[in-house]
């Protein structure tokens, strides 16, 4: 952990659950800006499967990362009272739906109609958000426009909406141990949107963003600065990890220091990792591929961003462009954050793809402040 000084009380705080580990980083803002003051993380122990039956208890877990939260919070000596907080987005869901015919005292019946379709349990049982992202006047097969101002009665056309779905048992889970760690909540949202927001912000291009966790990657497609579409895939850094130990017959330890450092893997040794990692790479440009063709967005990317903890393994990046071009570089969701100290700077440059969703998640608490104050 590592903590820098601060003198203001602007600050804010995002937390990153992450399947291995729990990330905190706390920025504050100050003469128009976000610095950093604090980052830090801590493993979550990996337990040893019994069996293929052996029944989960949630309750022992939630007390665990409780305890390994309070204790983070304590080490790091964070100011903010209050955290900013993220779920993987495995366990909601994000879709973007089209939908035409409707009006304005029907809207939000039509989009739990259709919320219905993608999400698979009842929708008392999620919290459901929706943001109405494009609009666009269609023809008819006759030429004729289909309607000429948005939500105007007796008018039509086609909208364009952001679902997002959030189990309310996992939503009160996260928010019980944020609690329990004596914070106090101040957001939740799909972490998905956090990592969005610390690597691709405001800018208007089309970005591919693959989060390589430990056990999940995230691949998200980002066009106008709006999420298209994401994927989970149960595959991530964890199971470089193990095929590195078990081809090489080597501790778990000993097979994540030549998965991120050792020249082994520049030469017969990247036959261990790339299965895995094309498997990504091939998914991604697929997802784009159909994505693109099905939504008109056929504007090549302007990048694709590599980040997770998953992703700190030797030439990633250009196993990656052999699949998916030139544009692929390594994610610095501090690239808009002050950084004052040189020494930070230094050691904070090969781990920061892996805050890429707690630096997304202060940033929202930081430009929320700078709206509230006016500054």
Request: glycine letters at 8%; zero cysteines.
């Amino acid at each position: 952990m590592f903590s820098i000084p601060g003198i203001n009380k602007n600050y804010s705080l995002g937390v990153d659950f992450g399947t291995s580990s729990i990330k905190i980083v706390e920025l504050e803002y100050k003469n128009g800006s976000s610095f950093l003051s604090n980052y830090g993380w801590i493993e979550i122990p990996q337990k040893k499967k019994v069996s293929d039956f052996e029944i989960k208890n949630d309750s022992d877990e939630e007390i665990e990362k409780i305890q390994l939260l309070k204790k983070l919070i304590e080490e790091m000596g964070i100011k903010s009272k209050s955290a900013y907080i993220a779920m993987g987005s495995f366990k909601g869901l994000s879709a973007m739906i089209s939908v035409n015919d409707i009006h304005e005292d029907n809207l939000d019946d039509v989009i739990r109609a259709e919320a219905s379709k993608y999400i698979p349990v009842s929708l008392d049982e999620v919290y459901l958000s929706s943001d109405i992202v494009s609009k666009r006047i269609e023809k008819n097969d006759n030429g004729s426009v289909a309607g000429k101002k948005f939500l105007r009665k007796k008018e039509k056309e086609v909208v364009d909406v952001l679902l997002v779905a959030a189990p309310k048992d996992d939503v009160h889970r996260y928010e019980r141990i944020v609690e329990g760690s004596g914070l106090k909540v101040a957001s939740l949202e799909l972490d998905i949107f956090s990592a969005t927001r610390s690597l691709v912000g405001d800018d208007l291009g089309k970005f591919l963003i693959i989060d390589i966790g430990a056990k999940i990657t995230n691949i998200i497609l980002v066009d106008k600065g709006v999420i298209r579409v994401n994927r989970n895939i149960n595959v991530g850094g964890d199971e470089i990890t193990k095929n590195i130990a078990s081809n090489l017959n080597v501790s778990w330890d000993r097979a994540e220091e030549f998965k991120k450092k050792n020249n082994y893997l520049k030469e017969e040794g990247k036959a261990i990792v790339l299965p895995i990692l094309n498997l990504i790479a091939k998914e991604a440009k697929r997802l784009v591929e159909l994505v693109s063709v099905g939504n008109n967005l056929s504007k090549p990317l302007d990048k694709v961003i590599l980040v997770g903890g998953g992703s700190d393994v030797l030439g990633i990046v250009d196993i990656f462009k052999e699949t998916l071009g030139d544009g692929v570089v390594m994610g610095n969701p501090f690239e808009k954050v002050i950084i004052e100290s040189d020494i930070i700077k230094t050691n904070i440059a090969n781990i920061s793809p892996k805050f890429s969703v707690a630096t997304g998640l202060a940033i929202k608490g930081a430009e929320i402040y700078r709206k509230k104050h006016g500054v």
